[in-house]
């Protein structure tokens, strides 16, 4: 138990590869293809139980490194130029982790029917997605970091392309582009780093925490945050590099929108976090008022487009650019309850926009259309099926005893709480108004009214797989908005390092007071 728990964050990250061998190796022929699907299924299980113990053992001391990351892994890797394999996570990286095995799991069992053609290779490419998205939050290298980076853009270019809808290869190509563009931009920005870091101590190292620890020139961090800025910003994607989003969110199959929602957007966001706060303090303060900016656009632009939608799909694609936003406005204010109220954030919208884009699916497979104008009086023909979207619309639109509202509140908060980010913090207050606008408008055409289309009449309600794929998001939703404690405890020690890098002066006078009631709250972190 101890050797499992002490490279279980290789085993988490590689486990789906297991599965990838397995189906390769699997028998042949049209009669073999429901194998394959019980194998991706299980697999997929498998990798989220396994990652569990992430959780259960967060707070062992054996598992805890000097550098406070806990499961650390660091071995030579390409001594020529000082790459290492070293991973690790912190309460931030663990989050994500446990949400991205999750997600991948449902993403799989919600492809079960959905799926005909090329079944091999559709499995084959969403097992080998789901192990570069684990390596982006587990690597604690640069290089490493930079390979699964790029690993993850592979499978799901072809995820689009392949089996994607009308305009695929346009919507594939166009998101490799613009992440290929971001992904460049941002190996300048490592490599500057990498050059002046050597020039410093005279020692060629990749490590992300020694960074963090590095005094780097202010004009040398401002570019270098421009480079990362770019990579990020389109992964998030934020105004005004978010145009990739809606074609490809539109065109992907449903498991890929499940998953570019709730994992590969925070790919981005985790990269903020990560890297550019910590790595580059006063970039970030010297670029805060351009940030907050572009946030608060995203999150009314967002929503503005989203309301004006025919497409059902596109609609939720539209509100993801509205509900990043907020995330950001969160991560960029840099205060401790609103960077805490950020990152649980991006949780939260993997949840709900990820059953979002499952509940648009389940009626694409059943009509073959994303017409809004072609649904009305759903809930009549589908009871359960609009059962499930209410709930979700709910926790979507951030009401209380729900997920979306702790992440909005904490925001609004810390960003509120600071008299010079105050102004802000109104305007992005409006989003949550739009956002109740254009969500609550959706569920009013599409589960009330007369069933006035033959087609609908007939529609079969949630099946039991189909329910399997909702349950454990409904419990996510109502964990989160009535006990977020759980979760927030993991992110006391990692928020407080990262205010202490960029805003340290926050930390004294008036505003040690919620700091001191945050850290409370996560004793048992804080001793460590």
């Not at 996570?89 to 095995?101: A, C, V, W």
């Not at 799989?108 to 969403?126: D, G, K, M, P, T």
């Not at 499930?388 to 951030?398: A, E, P, Y």
Request: aromatic fraction near 14%; include cysteine.
């Amino acid at each position: 138990m101890d050797f499992f728990m002490r490279n279980i964050l290789n085993i988490v990250t590689y486990f789906p590869l297991v599965g990838v061998l397995l189906i390769i190796l699997w028998p042949k022929g049209k009669e073999h293809e429901d194998g394959i699907r019980w194998i991706a299924n299980l697999v997929g299980f498998i990798g989220f139980v396994i990652s569990l113990p992430l959780m259960l053992s967060f707070d062992n001391p054996k598992y805890i490194g000097a550098d406070g990351m806990r499961f650390g892994l660091d071995h030579e890797w390409i001594t020529a130029i000082g790459a290492r394999y070293h991973l690790g996570i912190d309460g931030i990286s663990l989050l994500l982790t446990l949400l991205t095995t999750l997600l991948g799991s449902i993403a799989i069992l919600s492809s079960w029917s959905a799926i005909q053609e090329r079944v091999r290779e559709y499995y084959c490419y969403l097992l080998l997605l789901q192990t570069g998205m684990i390596g982006v939050f587990v690597a604690l290298d640069f290089f490493l970091f930079y390979v699964f980076w790029e690993v993850m853009l592979v499978p799901m270019y072809f995820l689009i392309g392949i089996w994607g809808s009308e305009r695929r290869l346009y919507s594939a190509i166009k998101f490799f582009l613009y992440t290929l563009f971001g992904s460049v931009v941002m190996l300048l920005g490592i490599l500057a780093l990498y050059f002046f870091q050597h020039s410093q101590t005279g020692v060629w190292s990749f490590d992300i925490l020694r960074y963090q620890r590095l005094s780097i020139p202010a004009e040398l961090q401002w570019w270098v945050f421009l480079a990362f800025f770019l990579g990020f910003a389109i992964k998030v994607p934020m105004f005004p590099f978010h145009t990739w989003l809606p074609d490809a969110h539109t065109d992907a199959p449903t498991a890929a929108s499940v998953i570019l929602a709730g994992v590969l957007l925070k790919m981005g966001t985790y990269g903020f976090v990560r890297i550019s706060l910590p790595v580059l303090p006063q970039a970030t303060l010297h670029f805060l008022p351009w940030m907050m900016t572009l946030c608060v656009i995203g999150i009314i632009y967002g929503a503005l487009v989203a309301m004006m939608q025919k497409d059902w799909k596109r609609l939720v694609a539209y509100s993801s650019v509205s509900h990043l936003g907020f995330c950001m406005l969160g991560v960029f204010a840099a205060t401790p309850v609103a960077l805490q109220g950020g990152i649980l954030q991006m949780i939260n919208h993997g949840i709900s926009t990820g059953a979002l884009f499952l509940i648009v699916g389940i009626v694409y497979e059943r009509r073959h259309t994303r017409l809004i104008a072609e649904y009305s009086g759903l809930s009549h023909v589908m009871p359960l099926y609009a059962t499930v979207f209410l709930i979700m619309t709910m926790s979507s639109i951030g009401l209380p005893a729900l997920n979306g509202f702790i992440g909005e509140f904490m925001i609004l908060q810390g960003v509120f709480g600071d008299n010079n980010l105050r102004f802000w913090a109104i305007l992005g207050a409006s989003g949550i108004v739009l956002g109740a606008a254009y969500m609550l408008w959706l569920y009013q055409r599409t589960m009330f009214g007369k069933v006035d289309k033959p087609e609908n009449q007939k529609l079969q309600d949630l099946n039991l797989r189909e329910l399997a794929t909702f349950v454990p998001l409904i419990i996510l939703a109502f964990w989160i908005g009535l006990y977020p404690k759980t979760f927030l405890q993991y992110l006391d020690r990692p928020v407080i390092q990262i205010v202490q890098r960029v805003r340290p002066g926050i930390l004294q006078g008036q505003e040690i007071k919620t700091t001191a009631v945050v850290m409370k709250s996560g004793q048992s972190t804080t001793e460590r």
